[in-house]
Nanobody
Framework: QVQLVESGGGLVQAGGSLRLSCAASGRTFSSLSLAWFRQAPGQEREFVAHISWSGGGTTYYADSVKGRFTISRDNAKKMLYLQMNSLKPDDTAVYYC????????????????WGQGTQVTVSS
């Protein structure tokens, strides 16, 4: 069982930046595929970014964040990160990290372990 704890959320003006962190404990971190999702009020949880455990950490992004967000990992520290630049009000949501994928990576139902989430609010 993997435990995930997100941090780094907050209030930022449009155009600003935030860096989210996700600390993992439990299983061998380096063998885990990891992802970030987000959920805005009244909306379904949606995929943001994914990083694989193999191939040097291949990354994949939702079109809505491509070019603005960067997912990365530090296996030695068991940390997952999401650098968010050029933030927009539409990026306002609770952001979750996830692992234990067993299906299509963009589907929330494919992921078995979740953190508690961290709130990101972007003001206009």
């Amino acid at each position: 069982q993997v435990q995930l704890v997100e941090s780094g959320g907050g209030l930022v003006q449009a155009g600003g930046s935030l860096r989210l962190s996700c600390a993992a404990s439990g299983r061998t971190f380096s063998s885990l595929s990891l992802a970030w999702f987000r959920q805005a009020p009244g909306q379904e949880r949606e995929f943001v970014a994914h990083i694989s455990w193999s191939g040097g950490g291949t990354t994949y992004y939702a079109d809505s964040v491509k070019g603005r967000f960067t997912i990365s990992r530090d296996n030695a520290k068991k940390m997952l990160y999401l650098q968010m630049n050029s933030l927009k009000p539409d990026d306002t949501a609770v952001y979750y990290c996830a692992t234990d994928v067993r299906g299509p990576r963009v589907e929330p139902s494919s992921w078995g372990s979740w953190g508690q989430g961290t709130q990101v609010t972007v003001s206009s």
